[in-house]
């Protein structure tokens, strides 16, 4: 039973973020593509965000999307994965970190209804994103030839 509700409530999280958030952003804030192909990035340099990135998408056999890269990149620099656990982690820094928007806030509110198991780790992210530096105004394309650890340190206290 434990196992059904599990697999439910991933299925509805991917539902709200992949389904429902990522159009609605497009229609609202028509974001810029994302420029570059997979075979691009696998050229980037070797510790660089675009190569980390391409590697990330490889190991978790996941598309590159073209309007979902930056929050993909996310996931690499705040080291949360991609589990419930890490999407909820992950939504709770950006609110802590200032990000206010309908996915976020609805992610947030689903992740502390229907996953109490992990509360306590989504209140940290969510103190470690007010403790870090602001990443909303960030030149996500610019900053993918940078080195994913320069960048790690200077966007995230733990």
């Known amino acids: 039973m434990y196992k ?12 709200l973020t992949h389904s429902l958030a990522l159009p609605i952003l497009k229609l ?3 974001p810029e593509k994302f420029p570059y192909s997979m075979n691009e990035l696998n050229h980037f340099a070797t510790g660089t965000l675009g190569r980390d990135l391409a590697n ?4 978790k056999e996941l598309e590159l999307l073209p ?10 620099l705040l080291e949360y994965d991609t589990t419930d656990e890490g999407e909820g982690c992950l939504q709770c820094f950006m609110l802590g970190n200032g ?3 309908f996915p976020v806030i609805a992610t947030v509110l689903y992740c502390f209804t229907t996953m109490p198991e992990y509360w306590h780790h989504f209140v ?10 602001k990443i909303g105004d960030l030149q996500w ?3 993918l030839q940078s080195p994913t650890a320069e960048l790690k340190k200077m966007i995230v206290k733990k």
């Open 4 to 15: 059904t509700i599990i697999r439910v409530r991933s299925g509805i999280l991917v539902w």
């Open 28 to 30: 609202i804030r028509k």
């Open 56 to 59: 990330f998408l490889d190991n």
């Open 67 to 76: 309007y979902y890269a930056r929050h993909d990149m996310k996931h690499i």
């Open 99 to 101: 990000h206010v928007s």
């Open 124 to 133: 940290a992210a969510f103190k470690r994103g007010k403790r870090s530096q």
């Open 141 to 143: 394309f610019a900053v």
